[in-house]
């Protein structure tokens, strides 16, 4: 299976993620490199096999519907780079 | 070219759980930025999330409601993107394996036929939090209370083809959702909004032109609107001979159009996989069973019983039944007053419903309860009240604390039914209008209507009407007599 640059480009894109242009070839062998091993996971017989979602044979837990947590908005804003009148402030957004 | 139109509605509805789908804080709108927001709906390195049982309980809910299949086994995954009002970097949501698939409901088309529109799917996911972008100046302002929220999307296949379907497609979901009391379905608060995909093709082909979707419309005139313009949009451009980008379009309802937001990302870009937080959800029979047993009775199967029990009109078991608040103030008014259901729907829909109308507000908002309702009507009932006076009365009860006797005692608006006290008033009246009586005697009949105002005038309206006009008619035939 080969990557084309584009698709690295892309997957940068999806990924929010910055890299050098000498670093495209790179990770165009790296990425080419994975998809190699998993073509060569696909040589194995599962026909008999269910897809697997979790590794663990266990099902969820699931919790009652009850309002337990607090206000801990001060606490956790702390941790916050920025904000502002209970708000988190992030660089300017429009869609 | 002819064309046809191609919809899919995908609506997202919020569940009605006090807390998160994830995380045990609170759900309640309108809660001051950030006070309503955990660790988990934070997206803090190292917690895990916890599905709440009420939010499965719901979906399967919904499921039985629409004929659907419940899966055994469902898995949650992640959906990646970036964007600020989604601290994690991904959106829980159900991929492969969703909770309830193929299923259908009927919509009323035309008035008079009924469609089957086939839905997919229904997968529980958590909503995302809010973006401000006018807040700051240059800054947004990011409020996560509504991250994690409990959302159940409500995917359809293709099957409508018209406007009209889309809005009678949204108005029966949304009306099943609050009989099964799963979300409040406030549209106003984004409890309920769809997405539309909208596509033409040729008429006569089976094959799916290219589509757009419309995001976050949040009104049953709003789709409407927002389809008639994409249709014709799309229209002109294939008219041309041109092809119709796949994008996602945002419906502006100040200028009534449509315009693009974003090109479409495709699945993939999603990056969707199996969370690795959450294990399988593993449903059992015999909580479906349970769930099954608890199912409340339905809007058609209302319908027919208000019909069959209560004898009551068909167009009016039918408004009554459309919104579940108005019907359970009904079954509840008429608990309490037996004598004739028709005259407590005719009272509800023109008396109740014209007040609320009026003044705006839903049949919630209301003090008043069914109980006193209930004695307003056996006064109406016993004609110890005229129907104007009730009006008056209905009104005193509604913006005052005060009982139906403690109304009609102050204000003095029992009905006069003593005949003897009629008919004295009636003699005072021909006498006063010899002139009137001779015309009506000479035939014309229409100075009746004036003679019962007069009477109706001299007891300040609280004569019964039924009654002025049947004595009056009495006094006038003896005066023929004379």
Same mark, same amino acid.
């Given at each position: 299976?080969?990557?084309?640059?584009?698709?690295?480009?892309?997957?940068?894109?999806?990924?929010?993620?910055?890299?050098?242009?000498?670093?495209?070839?790179?990770?165009?062998?790296?990425?080419?490199?994975?998809?190699?091993?998993?073509?060569?996971?696909?040589?194995?017989?599962?026909?008999?096999?269910?897809?697997?979602?979790?590794?663990?044979?266990?099902?969820?837990?699931?919790?009652?519907?009850?309002?337990?947590?607090?206000?801990?908005?001060?606490?956790?804003?702390?941790?916050?780079?920025?904000?502002?009148?209970?708000?988190?402030?992030?660089?300017?957004?429009?869609? | 070219?002819?064309?046809?139109?191609?919809?899919?509605?995908?609506?997202?509805?919020?569940?009605?759980?006090?807390?998160?789908?994830?995380?045990?804080?609170?759900?309640?709108?309108?809660?001051?930025?950030?006070?309503?927001?955990?660790?988990?709906?934070?997206?803090?390195?190292?917690?895990?999330?916890?599905?709440?049982?009420?939010?499965?309980?719901?979906?399967?809910?919904?499921?039985?409601?629409?004929?659907?299949?419940?899966?055994?086994?469902?898995?949650?995954?992640?959906?990646?993107?970036?964007?600020?009002?989604?601290?994690?970097?991904?959106? #829980? @949501?159900?991929?492969? /394996?969703?909770?309830?698939?193929? +299923?259908?409901?009927?919509?009323?088309? %035309?008035?008079? *036929?009924? $469609?089957?529109?086939?839905?997919?799917?229904?997968?529980?996911?958590?909503?995302?939090?809010?973006?401000?972008?006018?807040?700051?100046?240059?800054?947004?302002?990011?409020?996560?209370?509504?991250?994690?929220?409990?959302?159940?999307?409500?995917?359809?296949?293709?099957?409508?083809?018209?406007?009209?379907?889309?809005?009678?497609?949204?108005?029966?979901?949304?009306?099943?959702?609050?009989?099964?009391?799963?979300?409040?379905?406030?549209?106003?608060?984004?409890?309920?909004?769809?997405?539309?995909? #909208? @596509?033409?093709?040729? /008429?006569?082909?089976?094959?799916? +032109?290219?589509?757009?979707?419309?995001? %976050?419309?949040? *009104?049953? $005139?709003?789709?409407?609107?927002?389809?008639?313009?994409?249709?014709?949009?799309?229209?002109?451009?294939?008219?041309?001979?041109?092809?119709?980008?796949?994008?996602?379009?945002?419906?502006?309802?100040?200028?009534?159009?449509?315009?693009?937001?974003?090109?479409?990302?495709?699945?993939?870009?999603?990056?969707?996989?199996?969370?690795?937080?959450?294990?399988?959800?593993?449903?059992?029979?015999?909580?479906?069973?349970?769930?099954?047993?608890?199912?409340?009775?339905?809007?058609?199967?209302?319908?027919?019983?208000?019909?069959?029990?209560?004898?009551?009109?068909?167009?009016?078991?039918?408004?009554?039944?459309?919104?579940?608040?108005?019907?359970?103030?009904?079954?509840?008014?008429?608990?309490?007053?037996?004598?004739?259901?028709?005259?407590?729907?005719?009272?509800?829909?023109?008396?109740?419903?014209?007040?609320?109308?009026?003044?705006?507000?839903?049949?919630?908002?209301?003090?008043?309860?069914?109980?006193?309702?209930?004695?307003?009507?056996?006064?109406?009932?016993?004609?110890?009240?005229?129907?104007?006076?009730?009006?008056?009365?209905?009104?005193?009860?509604?913006?005052?604390?005060?009982?139906?006797?403690?109304?009609?005692?102050?204000?003095?608006?029992?009905?006069?039914?003593?005949?003897?006290?009629?008919?004295?008033?009636?003699?005072?009246?021909?006498?006063?209008?010899?002139?009137?009586?001779?015309?009506?005697?000479?035939?014309?009949?229409?100075?009746?209507?004036?003679?019962?105002?007069?009477?109706?005038?001299?007891?300040?309206?609280?004569?019964?009407?039924?009654?002025?006009?049947?004595?009056?008619?009495?006094?006038?035939?003896?005066?023929?007599?004379?």
């Amino acid at each position: 299976m080969t990557v084309k640059k584009s698709d690295i480009n892309h997957i940068c894109d999806l990924s929010k993620l910055r890299i050098d242009e000498n670093e495209i070839s790179t990770f165009t062998k790296q990425i080419s490199d994975i998809l190699n091993m998993i073509n060569e996971l696909e040589e194995a017989d599962t026909n008999e096999i269910k897809p697997m979602a979790h590794p663990m044979n266990m099902s969820q837990r699931l919790r009652k519907d009850e309002v337990i947590s607090n206000n801990d908005r001060d606490l956790f804003q702390e941790n916050a780079i920025d904000s502002e009148d209970g708000f988190y402030k992030v660089p300017k957004v429009i869609d | 070219m002819k064309w046809e139109t191609v919809i899919g509605l995908e609506i997202h509805v919020q569940l009605a759980c006090e807390s998160k789908i994830f995380s045990s804080s609170s759900t309640k709108y309108g809660m001051p930025q950030n006070t309503q927001a955990s660790l988990v709906d934070l997206g803090y390195p190292g917690v895990l999330p916890v599905l709440n049982h009420q939010a499965v309980v719901m979906a399967i809910k919904f499921g039985l409601a629409v004929d659907a299949e419940i899966a055994e086994k469902s898995i949650f995954a992640r959906k990646n993107y970036f964007y600020p009002d989604l601290p994690k970097g991904y959106q #829980i @949501s159900q991929y492969e /394996l969703p909770i309830v698939f193929n +299923g259908s409901i009927e919509i009323p088309i %035309n008035d008079k *036929s009924m $469609k089957t529109i086939r839905i997919t799917r229904a997968h529980l996911e958590e909503d995302a939090g809010k973006s401000i972008h006018d807040k700051f100046d240059n800054a947004s302002a990011i409020d996560l209370n509504r991250a994690g929220t409990p959302l159940l999307e409500i995917v359809s296949e293709p099957d409508l083809s018209s406007s009209e379907e889309a809005s009678s497609y949204m108005q029966k979901i949304h009306q099943l959702v609050r009989y099964l009391k799963i979300s409040d379905g406030n549209m106003q608060e984004g409890s309920f909004r769809c997405d539309a995909n #909208i @596509s033409l093709r040729p /008429l006569g082909s089976n094959v799916l +032109g290219t589509r757009a979707e419309i995001k %976050n419309i949040n *009104s049953f $005139k709003f789709v409407e609107k927002a389809i008639e313009f994409e249709v014709e949009r799309q229209k002109a451009i294939l008219d041309e001979g041109e092809s119709v980008t796949q994008e996602t379009r945002l419906y502006d309802s100040e200028k009534n159009e449509t315009r693009s937001m974003r090109s479409k990302e495709e699945a993939t870009d999603y990056r969707y996989f199996p969370d690795p937080d959450l294990l399988p959800i593993l449903v059992e029979k015999d909580l479906i069973k349970e769930i099954k047993k608890e199912l409340p009775e339905l809007f058609d199967q209302k319908v027919d019983r208000y019909i069959k029990q209560y004898s009551i009109r068909k167009v009016d078991a039918v408004e009554i039944a459309k919104n579940i608040d108005i019907a359970e103030f009904f079954e509840a008014l008429i608990h309490h007053f037996k004598e004739n259901y028709q005259q407590a729907a005719n009272w509800l829909l023109s008396e109740l419903m014209g007040y609320l109308n009026k003044e705006n507000i839903s049949i919630t908002d209301l003090t008043i309860t069914a109980d006193a309702s209930a004695e307003l009507l056996q006064k109406i009932h016993e004609n110890v009240v005229s129907t104007s006076m009730a009006k008056i009365i209905l009104k005193q009860l509604i913006e005052t604390n005060d009982s139906v006797d403690e109304i009609i005692e102050a204000q003095g608006l029992k009905q006069i039914s003593d005949r003897g006290q009629i008919e004295a008033i009636v003699k005072e009246v021909i006498e006063l209008f010899p002139d009137q009586r001779d015309q009506y005697l000479s035939g014309k009949e229409q100075v009746l209507g004036f003679l019962i105002g007069q009477v109706m005038k001299k007891t300040s309206g609280k004569a019964n009407p039924k009654m002025v006009n049947q004595i009056l008619l009495e006094k006038l035939k003896e005066n023929r007599r004379r």
